[in-house]
């Protein structure tokens, strides 16, 4: 171990320079936190390289984002009320057309037939068409962004040899990226992005455990809200 002031070798884990008389310890230190600022700088170095060069296919990164939103609302908003009503009303008029009971007449199962048969079928039908329709929009959407992929990734292989991967290579991601090792949190990028990645988990937790709470209440009152009007009506019984 040498001393930083006056050179001089000293047995390993001395405190004291036995030349000088200075802190071993504290030029270590100093050393170790010179290091770090310096990585720190390289790497913040390397982000703004990235963030000129994929900052150039920002719209294709905002269009990415967009078709993603809407195929996960589309994949989220499929309604089935068509088929499930057409359904009942199908079972429905079966039912009555079919029945042999003399209370039924004739004019009451043609009305039958119009009421429920007719619509039900016609409810089945369009929902066909609704389905076909809904899933033709989501193919759509997604062969378009695959193919906004596709140019993203071969803009990210000709960059060469990148310090992240292809997902975090939109210029946003990199700025947080770069934020978070400016402002101490991280040395490097790969422990930025660990540290983000930790982030967004404890928020989905923070989220979840908020909502959770929330139906807890919710459900803690409309018990007590239960109880107090079964207490009402007590002196009813």
Not at 188 to 205: F, P
Request: net charge positive.
């Amino acid at each position: 171990m040498y001393c930083n002031n006056c050179g001089m070798q000293n047995p390993d884990g001395a405190t004291y320079c036995n030349g000088c008389g200075k802190s071993i310890t504290a030029n270590t230190e100093k050393d170790s936190f010179n290091e770090r600022k310096s990585n720190r700088n390289s790497e913040i170095i390397e982000l703004e390289r990235m963030i000129r060069y994929f900052s150039k296919m920002s719209d294709k990164y905002d269009e990415y984002d967009r078709l993603t939103s809407k195929i996960n609302l589309y994949s989220k908003g499929k309604h089935h009320a068509l088929l499930v009503w057409g359904i009942i009303l199908l079972a429905i008029g079966t039912f009555v057309f079919s029945a042999t009971t003399s209370q039924l007449s004739n004019d009451l199962k043609v009305l039958a037939a119009i009421v429920c048969l007719i619509p039900g079928a016609g409810m089945i039908v369009g929902y066909i068409f609704y389905s076909r329709n809904f899933d033709r929009n989501i193919y759509n959407l997604t062969e378009k962004r695959d193919k906004i992929a596709d140019e993203l990734m071969k803009y990210y292989e000709d960059y060469g040899i990148c310090s992240v991967g292809a997902k975090y290579t939109n210029p946003t991601n990199l700025s947080i990226i770069k934020d978070t090792i400016q402002s101490g949190r991280a040395d490097t990028i790969k422990e930025a992005i660990n540290v983000l990645i930790d982030d967004t988990y404890r928020n989905k937790m923070q989220q979840l455990a908020t909502q959770t709470a929330a139906n807890t209440a919710a459900t803690a009152r409309a018990t007590k809200a239960t109880a107090v009007f079964s207490a009402a009506n007590f002196f009813l019984k």
